[in-house]
């Protein structure tokens, strides 16, 4: 029986996509792991693999067509055997389409391409067991009753993997997934008509939101209204750290090195997370989630928003590979082709707008992290010296904004003495 080929969530975030580019066209034959199309989501461009094998039977959404939802069937795949055909004489398009409608209402969208569709494949009751031909083969060879699995495959599909890490006789598998709670409602603002009502008459330019921009919008909001936000500010002397980077960049000159300021910070900022392990933390709904290492996200503007890609264990990396990372990180952030794992965790983030001449500001936290550090530039100011004398230090001024439900004030405090000893004290990040 033909086998629909649904839109994959291929990110958290992604409700709807873009289906950029076909990768093959009808009658090509394909394999588990190649490449169907290309799917823009609301982060980046995407390749998108096939789970199953087959013969590509019909292409049922055309490349560019924009806000795909999820689970939408996209093309048909055709087993061993079937013929372009049997999509007319009861195909699965026509006969799944309802089903898919109820379920995409009862599941909210996966995390991951292989789980695109939601609930497990039906197996009581008489209802067809959904199964590739390879995953059957191999089932029947092992002498596994397909009921006992729980496919991942897209609508609960049954796959190979599915079936080669099963054991004879297993049970299936209990739903466990249940329904996340429903936010809060939001106290509705004015429609947006009536918003461009009250500019009628006057010029203006009419945006449409994409993708990114409405996810940005949805997150920030829900960051805004869930998460109870305090602030802890500190004022950090740089000229130690200035020095030694001048340096440090001197000796690195050969190697085509040269470090940055913001490198320095994604070091310090990793090296306290580990001074006071618990703020290295995030909120899980209920209960709170410490990490051993320290993972930093980093914003990175693009146009038309931002990434946070984040740099994993960076408490053990060094600097010169922190900031090598962090480039490509940020070129590929801007040319939107960031994979999800690159900027999905962490537990804290760094936001510097210090390039910009901004002397602070107040960051919003990107749930699920627990703080994020808002970093401004470094300016000439007069200050106090040890020994009480006027002088003129370079300063620069960080906010920590922090999630009370993960870390208390005094604790927020000592992970920003940490920070501030690490920037005062360079010499000590490279012990």
């Given at each position: 029986?033909?086998?629909e080929v649904?839109?994959?969530a291929?990110s958290p975030?992604?409700e709807q996509?873009?289906?950029?580019k076909?990768?093959?066209?009808?009658?090509?034959t394909?394999?588990?792991?190649d490449?169907l199309a290309?799917?823009?989501?609301?982060k980046?461009t995407m390749?998108?693999e096939?789970?199953d094998e087959g013969?590509?039977?019909?292409?049922?959404?055309e490349?560019?067509?924009?806000?795909?939802a999820?689970?939408?069937p996209?093309?048909v795949?055709?087993?061993e055997g079937?013929?372009?055909d049997?999509?007319?004489?009861?195909?699965?398009?026509p006969?799944?389409e309802?089903?898919?409608?109820?379920e995409?209402?009862?599941e909210?969208p996966?995390?991951?391409p292989?789980?695109?569709a939601?609930?497990?494949?039906?197996s009581?009751?008489?209802?067809?067991?959904?199964?590739?031909?390879?995953a059957?083969?191999?089932a029947?060879?092992?002498?596994?009753?397909l009921?006992s699995?729980?496919?991942?495959?897209?609508?609960g599909?049954?796959?190979?993997?599915d079936?080669?890490?099963?054991?004879?006789g297993?049970?299936?598998a209990?739903?466990e997934?249940?329904?996340?709670?429903?936010a809060?409602?939001?106290?509705?603002?004015p429609?947006?008509?009536?918003?461009a009502?009250?500019?009628e008459?006057?010029?203006?330019?009419?945006?449409?939101l994409?993708?990114?921009?409405?996810t940005?919008a949805a997150?920030?909001?829900?960051?805004?209204?869930?998460?109870p936000?305090?602030?802890?500010r500190?004022?950090?002397q740089?000229d130690?750290l200035?020095?030694?980077?001048?340096?440090?960049?001197?000796?690195l000159?050969?190697r085509?090195?040269k470090?940055?300021?913001?490198?320095?910070?994604?070091?310090?900022?990793a090296l306290?997370l580990q001074?006071v392990p618990?703020c290295?933390a995030?909120w899980?709904?209920d209960?709170?989630?410490?990490l051993k290492?320290?993972?930093?996200?980093?914003?990175v503007a693009i146009?038309?928003?931002?990434?946070t890609p984040?740099?994993k264990?960076?408490?053990?990396k060094?600097?010169s590979?922190?900031?090598?990372?962090?480039?490509d990180?940020a070129?590929?952030?801007r040319?939107?082709k960031?994979a999800?794992?690159?900027y999905?965790g962490?537990?804290?983030?760094?936001?510097?707008?210090?390039m910009?001449?901004?002397?602070?500001?107040d960051a919003?936290i990107?749930?699920?992290?627990?703080?994020?550090?808002?970093?401004?530039?470094g300016?000439?100011?007069?200050v106090?010296?040890?020994?009480?004398?006027?002088?003129?230090a370079t300063v620069?001024s960080?906010?920590l904004s922090?999630d009370?439900?993960?870390?208390d004030g005094?604790?927020?405090?000592?992970?920003l003495?940490?920070?501030?000893e690490?920037?005062?004290n360079?010499?000590?990040?490279l012990?």
């Amino acid at each position: 029986m033909p086998t629909e080929v649904l839109m994959p969530a291929l990110s958290p975030t992604m409700e709807q996509g873009t289906l950029a580019k076909w990768l093959v066209k009808e009658g090509d034959t394909v394999s588990s792991g190649d490449l169907l199309a290309e799917i823009e989501t609301d982060k980046a461009t995407m390749e998108f693999e096939a789970v199953d094998e087959g013969v590509i039977g019909k292409i049922l959404i055309e490349e560019g067509t924009e806000g795909v939802a999820v689970n939408t069937p996209i093309a048909v795949l055709l087993e061993e055997g079937e013929s372009a055909d049997d999509i007319k004489e009861g195909g699965s398009a026509p006969k799944s389409e309802a089903p898919a409608k109820e379920e995409a209402k009862a599941e909210a969208p996966a995390s991951t391409p292989a789980a695109s569709a939601a609930p497990a494949a039906p197996s009581k009751d008489g209802e067809r067991i959904f199964a590739s031909p390879l995953a059957r083969r191999i089932a029947a060879d092992k002498g596994i009753d397909l009921a006992s699995i729980k496919g991942s495959g897209p609508k609960g599909r049954i796959v190979k993997s599915d079936v080669e890490n099963a054991k004879p006789g297993a049970a299936p598998a209990k739903e466990e997934a249940k329904a996340p709670a429903a936010a809060a409602a939001a106290p509705a603002g004015p429609s947006a008509d009536a918003i461009a009502k009250m500019y009628e008459g006057r010029e203006y330019e009419e945006v449409k939101l994409d993708g990114m921009r409405k996810t940005i919008a949805a997150r920030l909001t829900e960051a805004k209204q869930t998460i109870p936000h305090f602030y802890l500010r500190r004022d950090i002397q740089l000229d130690a750290l200035l020095k030694f980077r001048s340096q440090l960049n001197k000796q690195l000159e050969g190697r085509g090195v040269k470090l940055s300021v913001n490198d320095f910070i994604i070091k310090a900022c990793a090296l306290a997370l580990q001074a006071v392990p618990d703020c290295n933390a995030v909120w899980a709904g209920d209960r709170v989630l410490k990490l051993k290492p320290s993972d930093v996200a980093v914003a990175v503007a693009i146009e038309g928003g931002l990434f946070t890609p984040v740099l994993k264990d960076a408490d053990t990396k060094s600097l010169s590979a922190l900031s090598a990372e962090m480039k490509d990180l940020a070129t590929r952030a801007r040319d939107r082709k960031l994979a999800p794992h690159e900027y999905q965790g962490g537990t804290f983030a760094i936001s510097n707008l210090g390039m910009f001449g901004i002397d602070n500001f107040d960051a919003v936290i990107n749930p699920p992290h627990g703080a994020i550090l808002a970093v401004g530039s470094g300016v000439k100011k007069p200050v106090v010296g040890a020994d009480g004398e006027l002088t003129v230090a370079t300063v620069m001024s960080v906010t920590l904004s922090v999630d009370h439900r993960v870390i208390d004030g005094a604790l927020g405090a000592e992970f920003l003495k940490a920070l501030v000893e690490n920037l005062e004290n360079p010499m000590v990040m490279l012990a």
